[in-house]
Nanobody, 122 residues
Framework: QVQLVESGGGLVQAGGSLRLSCAAS????????MGWFRQAPGKEREFVAL????????TYADSVKGRFTISRDNAKNTVYLQMNSLKPEDTAVYYC???????????????WGQGTQVTVSS
């Protein structure tokens, strides 16, 4: 069993930055590939970024490529999402999730956090 808790969300102006954190607990949490997803009001949840268990591989949605950076510190059992050059369309609830496979398909993720709200004002 893996428990995930996100933090770091908030209100920021367009062009600003935020760093989200996802703290994982569980004996084997560092062996999971980790993803960030988001859900905007009235829209379906979508993939944002993915990092392999070792941190050696990352994948990004086209909408955030070049602006967001995913990273992890397995010694701290924490995954991060650095978000720069934020846009109003980045407003959403952001979720971290853990998967046994390196996929961006939501159905492959076994564990999910409760989400953290990010609001970008114009």
């Amino acid at each position: 069993q893996v428990q995930l808790v996100e933090s770091g969300g908030g209100l920021v102006q367009a062009g600003g930055s935020l760093r989200l954190s996802c703290a994982a607990s569980g004996r084997t949490s560092s062996s999971y590939h980790m993803g960030w997803f988001r859900q905007a009001p009235g829209k379906e949840r979508e993939f944002v970024a993915l990092i392999s268990w070792s941190g050696g591989s990352t994948t990004y949605a086209d909408s955030v490529k070049g602006r967001f950076t995913i990273s992890r510190d397995n010694a701290k059992n924490t995954v991060y999402l650095q978000m720069n050059s934020l846009k109003p369309e980045d407003t959403a609830v952001y979720y971290c999730a853990a998967s046994g496979g390196y996929y961006y398909t939501q159905s492959t993720y076994d564990y999910w956090g409760q989400g953290t709200q990010v609001t970008v004002s114009s």
